[in-house]
Nanobody, 119 residues
Framework: VQLQASGGGLVETGGSLRLSCEAT????????MGWYRQAPGKSRESVAG???????NYADSVKGRFTISREDAKNTVYLQMNSLKPEDTAVYYC??????????????WGPGTLVTVSS
């Protein structure tokens, strides 16, 4: 299973970005897909997640500004980020949890995409 994220970049405070992450190499629907981020000098933290049934959760710091969605036909998860703040600057990683026949349930990570919000 491989995850490839895209959509990161440099944006001014108050701007928007949309991250995408496609999972390939898995035929079944992914149980969970999510976004995490790691700012310089800080631990990785959960940003948002979405289950196969569409239930979502968000970190308090991004509620009302970020929206997570998924497109199961493409095994892709999106993160729409609005009203960006300098403190949102981080490397964003996508995560997917799914079942593979003969392997079982696994958690997979993408390589990360950098989001920089200038003040």
């Amino acid at each position: 299973v491989q995850l490839q994220a895209s959509g990161g970049g440099l944006v001014e405070t108050g701007g928007s970005l949309r991250l995408s992450c496609e999972a390939t190499g898995i035929a079944s629907s992914l149980n969970f897909m999510g976004w995490y981020r790691q700012a310089p000098g800080k631990s990785r933290e959960s940003v948002a997640g979405i289950t196969s049934s569409g239930m979502t959760n968000y970190a308090d710091s991004v509620k009302g500004r970020f929206t997570i969605s998924r497109e199961d036909a493409k095994n892709t998860v999106y993160l729409q980020m609005n009203s960006l703040k300098p403190e949102d600057t981080a490397v964003y990683y996508c995560n997917a949890v799914g079942h593979r026949p003969g392997v079982g349930v696994g958690s997979y990570w993408g390589p990360g995409t950098l989001v920089t919000v200038s003040s």
